[in-house]
């Protein structure tokens, strides 16, 4: 076996589904961030080069927009393979775990950390494909635990909720404590 190899194999490219995409938003997000920097940033007179706040963010979004341009010529004039929309879709899909979050920390304030955290956990557990009572009350188990640590143990300093608004002026008080 050779160790040898030629200059063609060692920069041999391998294209992946998806790739053209990929360059593609990687190019214009470098171009959108270029046409910030001037506004972003600034250039005081007198100073050196180097130490200018505009010139190192200059130098690596330059260099992200050659890369990401090369990126994309190497991957238009290699040779297309098939799947590039799934490969994308599977982007896409895993921005639902941001909806997700986004959509468990607007509720926590009304609806509490304690419901919000229990409620939000099965209902992962649910989208995960689990379906078994013994699992989704683990689940359960397991968000109460994660609330009484960070609250008791812990004492993070989190919102509570205004359901806790309603109840009676004991379990108010217990709650917004400790849950």
Known sequence: MSR??????????????????????????????????????AWRKGGP?????R???AVSLTGMAGFAAFHLLGSALS????????????WLSSLEYAGWFIAYAAAVPYAGYLPATVFFAVAL???????????LAITAASAGVIVLLFKTLLKVNLPAGRVYEALPDGLRQIMLTYF
């Not at 080069?49 to 706040?53: E, G, R, V």
């Not at 040779?79 to 599977?90: A, D, F, P, S, T």
């Open 125 to 135: 557990a649910l989208r995960a494909g689990y379906r078994r009572p013994a699992t």
């Open 79 to 90: 040779e297309r393979i098939h799947g590039r929309w799934q490969e994308v879709w599977l």
């Open 4 to 41: 040898v190899k030629t200059l063609q194999t060692l920069f041999k490219r391998y294209r992946r589904p998806g790739d053209i995409v990929f360059a593609w938003i990687i190019l214009i997000v470098a171009l959108l961030l270029l046409t910030q920097l001037y506004d972003q940033t």
């Open 55 to 57: 010139f190192w963010p």
């Open 49 to 53: 080069l180097f130490a200018q706040p």
